[in-house]
């Protein structure tokens, strides 16, 4: 199987089996879960420590939030609006011990039992930088602060595809600011996070993108987020040579989350946002798909910039 | 307020009020879900290689799963009739773009809004080992597997103590083999684990413990766990000088998982399992209350053990 010469064309279904074969990825019989094996975790660590090193002379705030979201503060966002088929909202049983046996009754006989649930205080984190966004609330010092945050993040959209994965790590630096250091942000990152990652020999391309809006007032609202060039994508082929996939993106949210949590510039004004987001596992695999399955063969270039 | 001295009497509100003062956790406004900061976390690093260090003599496989399991194989263990109370099931939204606008009206009203979302293929994991069993179907070879697994794990048990967290990392060895080779597996990291603990200042303690199964039924379960000396629990005070915590655990399951997941030792018998699991966040906590909340004032000793 040609697989690990970024030439050799390939499907997803062919860049699926090798990752699995390889053993790189550990199928847990849901589309989209995997299991990692330790040397693609060992690939995400060090391109970690590279983008902690390329991050660092902002100073920014370290902050790392578990993958779940107070139910409160996601009802404060407007994503059940706009993203309802890719939430995760968790459920628990808090019923009486007479029931129980009830329910892994229905369970085992395969009738409906999560009815029997109720929904918790959390959903699950559908963005690294959305939980910051609570904790911010008030007003912001003069300089703004810039966050630097990972977490696994939820996107019920199951798939064939390694590269859309429903579970999955975001690593961001965030802004909060005016709407000139939020752009300024957005933009220098998105220079910085270009050069960052055809330093890795991955030729990544900037695309004008948009979210995956729900519907068809979502198409309306991907065409005006395109039409404000809000959203950029740097994108290649990872697990199909056809179809380019994003591997990390720059958004300007203008005042969005600013007003939703009441944050505030320290002249009063409603504060701006604007992060990258470099996608984790999609960038293992691009590197894996584009070098090879080990490591201990890619360009010594490459093996240099991620001290491996 | 007398924390950082491991002789000064606290309870659970003290330690949570200094906690989140120094910064170390970040609130979410729900009780058991905490941002953590890049100090707490640089903690959990180090943590984590002194472990991996420890273990590295036994050869284990990594495997890293997230924190989503498949809902079919949670379906194949008891958890439901145990530790339903516990449990994470995650749901999302699969009608149709019409009915979006009255999910998100409702929501926004505070009516029910959740009844009206479907199960999804997956719930929380509630251990770092589930993940692992459902790959591990089959025949194992002549000496058994050992596996270095983390996690992060669910348990729904809201709590003002930042020591019983709802979402919080696992870092686990697990080993599948024979009776015997479990058995020592355990034996052998109850000794090793309280070492490596102690080394650090952490004076636990083991004892002999039961998992906290749901309801009337769980007591009994709970008793016959204890009288067969299945699980130990090391412990300190950590949140409170009254009542010690559990930071790691070293657990015989039988052939419980064995069973569940159609797991062999090669001579045809059904496998037996066995781990130790290290609470990270618990491990940090009794590190920050007992030695302060400045890593580079650490003693010494501690810090030369956990590179610091």
Redesign the interface.
């Known amino acids: 199987m040609p697989v690990g010469h970024e030439t050799a064309p390939r499907t997803v279904d062919e860049s699926r089996t090798a990752l699995v074969d390889a053993g790189l990825l ?6 989209g ?6 040397t ?2 060992g690939v995400i660590e060090q391109f970690e420590r590279y983008v902690t090193r390329m991050g660092a002379p902002l100073g920014p ?13 996601y ?1 404060r966002t ?1 994503h ?2 706009c993203f ?11 019923g009486p ?2 029931d ?2 009830d ?2 009754r229905r ?2 006989a395969g009738e409906d ?3 029997g ?1 109720s ?4 959903m ?1 984190t559908p963005a690294a930088c959305y ?1 910051l966004y ?2 911010a609330t008030g007003t912001l010092p003069p300089r703004g602060r810039t966050v ?1 945050l990972r977490s ?1 993040v ?1 996107r ?1 959209e ?1 798939s064939p595809d390694p590269a859309r994965m ?3 790590r975001q690593r961001e630096f965030v802004r909060l600011g005016t709407p000139e250091q939020a752009r300024a942000h957005r933009d220098s990152w998105l220079e910085r996070g270009t050069g960052m990652l055809r330093r890795l020999g991955l030729d990544v391309e900037a695309v004008v993108a948009n979210d995956p809006f ?5 198409r309306v609202m991907g065409a005006s987020q395109r039409e404000q060039t809000l959203k950029f994508e740097l994108v290649l082929p990872v697990t199909s040579s056809d179809k380019p996939t994003a591997i990390s993106s720059c958004n300007y949210h203008l005042d969005h989350f600013g007003g939703a949590f009441g944050i505030r510039t320290a002249d009063g004004e409603v504060a701006h946002t604007a992060c990258i987001g470099f996608g984790l596992e999609r960038i293992a695999l691009a590197l894996f798909l584009t070098h090879g399955f080990r490591p201990a063969a890619w360009p010594a270039a490459v093996r240099e910039v991620l001290e491996l």
Chains 1, 2 share one sequence.
């Open positions: 550990i199928p847990s019989g849901v589309a879960v995997y299991g990692f094996s330790g693609f975790e705030e370290v902050m790392r939030f578990p993958a779940l979201f107070n139910r409160e503060s009802l407007d059940i609006a309802p088929n890719l939430m995760g909202s968790v459920h628990s049983y808090d011990g007479r129980v046996p329910l892994a369970a085992a039992w999560t009815s649930l929904p918790t205080a959390v699950l939980p609570p904790t630097d696994f939820f019920h199951p429903q579970i999955f729900f519907g068809d007032a979502g």
